[in-house]
């Protein structure tokens, strides 16, 4: 079993700056890939940024060179800084860990840009 808790999540004017945790915990490895999804009001969930086993990273389109995935193995803990923040970047953002062959979720964090 894997448990996730995100926070860092709020209100934040567009152009500004917002940093996301989760703290993982259980039985999850250096070698498990981890990523951040967020899930728009009548979309998809979609991906936003993965840090892989081998600690390459990858990034959706929609967020590559304003965003920034990042791990502290002694922590158990992944980071998503966000940065030149948009409207349309506003959604509720899930950590994931992948322990195959279970999908782990968190609970949600909220990020709004709004002015």
């Known amino acids: 079993q894997v448990q996730l808790v995100e926070s860092g999540g709020g209100l934040v004017q567009p152009g500004g700056s917002l940093r996301l945790s989760c703290v993982a915990s259980g039985n999850i490895l250096n070698r498990h890939p981890m990523a951040w999804y967020r899930q728009a009001p009548g979309k998809e969930r979609e991906l936003v940024a993965r840090i892989n086993g081998d600690a390459t990273v990858n990034y959706a389109d929609s967020v590559q060179g304003r965003f920034v995935i990042s791990r502290d193995y002694r922590k158990k803990t992944i980071y998503l800084d966000m940065s030149s923040l948009k409207t349309e970047d506003t959604a509720v953002y899930y950590c994931?860990?992948?322990?195959?062959?279970?999908?782990?979720w968190g609970q949600g964090t909220q990020v709004t840009v709004s002015s």
């Open positions: 994931s860990a992948r322990v195959s062959p279970t999908d782990y």
